[in-house]
C-alpha cells in the first residue's frame, strides 16, 4: 500500500527554470492539496483539488500551477522558480479535505526544493 | 496575529515527565481540531482528533476550550520517541477546501534519558 508518493524527494534549480513536483496517490481520495513548510511558518496551501478537472488556490498560490486530470495524480508545476520558492512541499489526500475526524490528511515524504 | 499560535519550544523534558502544549486560534468559528506529529525532516501524520468534551489516546489527551478558544495536548510519561514536532491544526470551517486546515508552526518536544 504505497499511499501518497511524492517526487524527486531533492531538487535544485536555478532561478528562472522551472519544473514539476509529483504526487501520486493510490487510496482513491478525492481530495488533493500541495503545501509548503518554512521554517517558523507551518505548512501554508498553496493549490487543492476536491476531484478530477477541479482545482482551486490556497493561501499562497502565486508562482505555481496545478491540474487534477485523474483521481491519482496532481502535480505542482513551478514556471520559473525563484529563490523565495526555496521549501519543503508536501502533498497530502484525504477523503474530505481533513477536516473530518473520520478523514485525515494523509501526506507524502516531501520534496526538499532548493532555487539559487 | 497568526490564526493558529503554538509556543514553538523546544520543551526538553526528561523521561517519564508530564507535558502539556497549548495552542490558540483566532476564529471563534473553527469546527474541528487536531494534533499532528512531525519528526525530524518526515512528513506530519495524524496523532489525534480533538472533541469538545476532551479524549484521551493512551498517554495522550486532548482538550478544547472553546471560550478561550485554544486546545491542548498532554502527555504522560515521556518516552524518547515522543521527541517530535507537535502541529496545531483547526478547521476554519470556512469551505471543504480552501484554507479549511490551518496549521500552527508547531511546538518541539525533545524527551531526554
Known amino acids: 500500500n504505497a499511499g501518497v508518493t511524492q517526487t524527486p524527494k531533492f531538487q535544485v534549480l536555478k532561478t528562472g527554470q522551472s519544473m514539476t513536483l509529483q504526487c501520486a496517490q493510490d487510496m482513491n481520495h478525492e481530495y488533493m492539496s500541495w503545501y509548503r513548510q518554512d521554517p517558523g511558518m507551518g505548512l501554508r496551501l498553496i493549490h487543492y483539488s476536491v476531484g478530477a478537472g477541479i482545482t482551486d488556490q490556497g493561501e499562497v498560490p502565486n508562482g505555481y500551477n496545478v491540474s487534477r486530470s485523474t483521481t491519482e495524480d496532481f502535480p505542482l508545476r513551478l514556471l520559473s522558480a525563484a529563490p523565495s520558492q526555496t521549501s519543503v512541499y508536501f502533498c497530502?489526500?484525504?477523503?474530505?479535505?481533513?477536516?473530518?475526524?473520520?478523514?485525515?490528511?494523509?501526506f507524502g515524504n516531501g520534496t526538499r526544493l532548493t532555487v539559487t | 496575529r497568526k490564526e493558529v499560535e503554538q509556543d514553538p519550544g523546544p520543551f526538553n523534558v526528561p523521561e517519564g515527565a508530564t507535558v502539556a502544549f497549548n495552542c490558540t486560534y483566532s476564529n471563534s468559528a473553527s469546527q474541528s481540531f487536531f494534533w499532528y506529529r512531525q519528526d525530524c525532516r518526515k512528513e506530519p501524520k495524524l496523532l489525534m482528533s480533538?472533541?469538545?468534551s476532551g479524549n484521551e489516546d493512551g498517554r495522550f489527551t486532548a482538550q478544547l476550550n472553546r471560550a478561550s478558544q485554544y486546545i491542548s495536548l498532554l502527555i504522560r510519561d515521556s518516552k524518547l520517541s515522543d521527541s517530535a514536532t507537535y502541529l496545531c491544526v483547526v478547521n476554519m470551517g470556512l469551505d471543504t477546501g480552501r484554507r479549511a486546515l490551518t496549521f500552527g508552526s508547531g511546538t518541539r518536544l525533545q524527551v531526554q534519558p
Open positions: 480533538v472533541y469538545s
Open positions: 497530502a489526500s484525504s477523503y474530505s479535505g481533513g477536516a473530518s475526524h473520520n478523514s485525515p490528511l494523509h
